[in-house]
């Protein structure tokens, strides 16, 4: 009896200590989500809070003949499709580097991982300034000059203007998988690598052999959450292009804050992210279903 009455009484303060956490999942995640939905079907101007007309799958059947929403696909996809690889093989060799106990490796890792902590915001400013068509303002073109080459536009140009947002995104980013591989390498036993040896096994064997195989949950971790993260660009396009030039860095989330904040059309940006979540979602699944991520 006094058995079964710890037990209530320990299923009762649990169910305490978790309230104010399903609370807020549900006034922040669950709630916002469902009436994304609701509004997916209206016809809602968010100067017109007042006048709410549903409008059934207009907003779908509209969202599918836009142009501009299709180029804003192109431009998710090929970021996720670049900077994931990059950002995974960047983060890999930064561990690799760091991985060992010399005195002063410390320096390195906290130097690798501290623009992870910076500000987005941050990051972005700086980087366009970096990234300044002048050579005159801009660090990277006066650094073409001088070795004598052509100054390029970086920002200014739609062939490069995407790309030059992975590389600065796969920079700041790389410190936080860094930190996820580094802890997989420390999971690796040294017997691992004194068995390798022992077989005549190189440092490029031991890496292929050993290294990747002690890694490979890891990996598909860090590429699946890489994934979903890439899939959510709007800050660096936001402060850096305003999803210039040409619309060659409009994505899907900047796509749905120009919809809802700029053009005052809710409704239609609701509709927007409707479809945004089913494209992560099944992208994700894809993912898990294929790699088999744990």
């Known amino acids: 009896m006094q058995k079964t009455v710890n037990k209530a009484s320990e299923r009762k303060a649990a169910y305490i200590f978790i309230l104010p956490a399903v609370v807020l999942l549900a006034a922040f995640l669950i709630y916002p989500s469902l009436q994304t939905v609701r509004y997916a079907f209206?016809?809602?101007?968010?100067?017109?809070?007042?006048?709410?007309?549903?409008?059934?799958?207009?907003?779908f059947a509209e969202l599918f003949r836009d142009k501009d929403f299709w180029i804003a696909v192109k431009n998710t996809l090929y970021f996720t499709i670049l900077v994931?690889?990059?950002?995974?093989?960047?983060?890999?060799?930064?561990?690799?580097?760091?991985?060992?106990?010399r005195r002063g490796v410390s320096i390195f890792r906290a130097a690798y991982f501290s623009p992870q902590v910076t500000s987005m915001v941050v990051v972005a400013i700086l980087w366009t300034v970096m990234?300044?068509?002048s050579p005159d303002s801009g660090l990277l073109n006066a650094l073409l000059v001088n070795l004598g080459l052509e100054p390029c536009g970086f920002l200014n140009d739609p062939k490069t203007a995407m790309n030059s947002i992975i590389f600065m995104s796969a920079w700041q980013g790389a410190g936080y998988q860094m930190m996820i591989f580094l802890a997989g390498l420390q999971g690796i036993s040294a017997e691992q690598y004194e068995a390798a040896s022992i077989d005549g096994a190189g440092k490029i064997a031991s890496f292929f052999y050993v290294t990747l195989p002690g890694l490979k949950n890891v990996i598909q971790y860090v590429v699946m959450i890489t994934v979903i993260q890439a899939m959510k660009l709007f800050t660096q396009p936001y402060v850096m292009t305003k999803g210039g030039p040409q619309n060659s860095t409009r994505t899907l989330v900047y796509y749905i804050y120009e919809q809802g904040f700029q053009?005052?059309?809710?409704g239609y940006a609701c509709a927007v992210a409707a479809?945004?979540?089913?494209?992560?979602?099944?992208?994700?699944l894809g993912m898990k279903k294929i790699i088999k991520a744990e």
Do not use: E, H, W
């Open 84 to 101: 994931v690889p990059f950002q995974t093989v960047l983060a890999l060799a930064l561990a690799l580097l760091i991985s060992s106990r």
């Open 42 to 59: 209206t016809d809602y101007n968010i100067m017109r809070p007042d006048r709410i007309v549903f409008c059934g799958f207009n907003n």
């Open 131 to 133: 990234y300044n068509s």
């Open 275 to 284: 479809v945004f979540f089913v494209i992560v979602i099944s992208l994700s």
């Open 263 to 266: 053009k005052r059309n809710f």
